[in-house]
């Protein structure tokens, strides 16, 4: 099941954070909404949740369509390659920007993600400060500046 | 001699065979015997001939003085002549010749002018002496074998042998035919009898031999198969003779030796069955001990990495909250938030070492030719800065080698221990690290010295151990996590080689960094090289 207000303002950016640690999701939502931007947060607990919010499924019918998804790979029941092959397999969201964030540092997890289609690799580094910057960057530049970019697709 | 050749081309080439050397030994020994006792035979038969000959030439003698005895009394040269002629028509006589009693010829009747030439040459002219002689004299001369003269005197009838007078004297040249032909024919006999011993000998000693040689090649052939282990051919074991003793032998040896060989066999495989019995057991244990050191790899690598999320989260929210909330919050509390990120950091960077020390292990990158010198010569580089801080002059000794090692991890290895080094140097009054290495016949040492604080000998094992760091005074206050030296090793061991430690308090500590020889790609054995890069 999803956590968080859904179905918010279309002119606000929207973020889906697909990960399994709660402890985390609170984290990267408080680095987001600490940027002081119009950025709506958006959670799901694992992979399936992910799925269905993303292919507005069921109850996640009237879900908005992210402008970023942030996906861990690691996580019960659908994991993130899965998530990305689903995502990659659907027309409609062929070209959503999905970075992956995960504690996995390989490079072979590096490489499978990618070819399974995901837009970026960051790594949940163990240097807070760090971390914390890449989660902002990551934001920043997804939902603004991608937007912008030319032959980007808008939401 | 019509050996099968063939057969025997792993022999060596027989350049005189016995066979030919036997013939050739046999004829001779026939042509000596035959022609030698022929020989004697001839001479034999010749002196029988020679004497029968004598004899028969003095018989004759006698009775010509007899016959001319009449006429030379009465001194009547005709009748003398008649008689002559008479005597003289026998064709064994060769000359008949009559001398008066100074040894004047009377009368001669020549058959063989060649003969009395000769008598004349050698008894007309010198042997004066001889003319005057009252006995019979026979003179073997000519160069007729077969041919006698008798010189016989003639002395009156009247009166004893004592009073008789000399009339004169006959001599006569008898020649016997049979006695040539006898000697020819005697001679070509021989020639005949050792030509035909000849032609029996050759073929009987080929024959002979061959029943020699067969069996003897045979023999040899079966030897020279011994070695190989085939089938022995045919032996003459039956024969009662050296070769039949000589064949049996060699079957008791080609029989000892196949129980011999059998035995080899039998050994052999039983060492091998121990062999492949014990490589499969090395290889099973050396699987379960594969198996168990992934194990262990994958558990640490699982268990530091499970280990960092929470952490990262307790990392996470402590600095949030001194970013929201801090302001707002008294004193005492930011304290405490600041030992919470502090103390987070130090367990974070910890699991961070134990990370990397099990990625060594488990992913440990590829293997390049490395230049060790230049890989050094780039580490001291970006040390300058620290390394100028504290004083501390480093430098390369030697031109490294290029080693086929994997890049990142030797960088790891000489960063650490250089690094290390620098570190502990501490306020010594010298403060130099140095890099040199040598060549052993398998072994490449790599040395990093310096002249640091040293370390205790109680605390040598301890350095390279995981978390553990020496005790001495020198350490403390020093930031490290004590994980460096711990993946040094497991790096130089991951290379199948080995780090030891050379320490003493006081002097500076040496750290020998040794991997088999066999790594290295390329190396400059020249002179101590002068290209330091401090």
Redesign the interface.
Known sequence: MSTGTRGGKVSEAVILLVDD?P??R??VR??IE?LGRPIKVFECVDGCDGIRFLQRVGSDKSSPRPDLVLLDLEMPGADGHEVLVRVRADHRLRDLPVVVMT??D?DESERRALSNGASSYTC?V????D??RRIEAAAVYWTTVHRQLPGASAA | MSERDGDNSNLVPIRHRLQFRVLLLVLAMVVVTVGTSNLMLERLIESQLEETLARETVRIGGHLADEFRQPLEHRNPTALRDRLDAVAIDSAVAFVQVEDRFGASLSQHVNNEDLYQHYLKRFGEHEQAALTQSLPTLLNYAPAPEARVLRTPIFSSTGAAGGADLLGHVTFAFIDPVHRATVQRMRALVIGVVCVACLISVPITALLMRRLTRPLRRIMRAVTMLASGERLPHLPLRRNDELGLLARSVLETAGTLAQARSELLRANESLEQQVDERTAALNAANHRLELEIETKNEFLRTVSHDLSAPLRNIAGMTTMLQRRFGDSLPEEARHRLERIAANVELESSMLDDLLELSRIRTRPGECEPVDLHELVAGIIQALEHELGERGIECGIETTLPTVHVERNLARQVFLNLIDNAAKYMGQRPTRRITISHALEKRTLHVSVADTGPGIAASDQQRVFQVFRRGSEAGTTGVPGRGIGLASVRAVVEHWGGEITLQSEVGVGSTFKVSIPASRIVSADLGSPANRSAA
């Open positions: 640690d402890d985390y609170m984290l408080d680095a600490s504690g996995l390989d949940k163990r240097d807070t400060q971390m914390l």
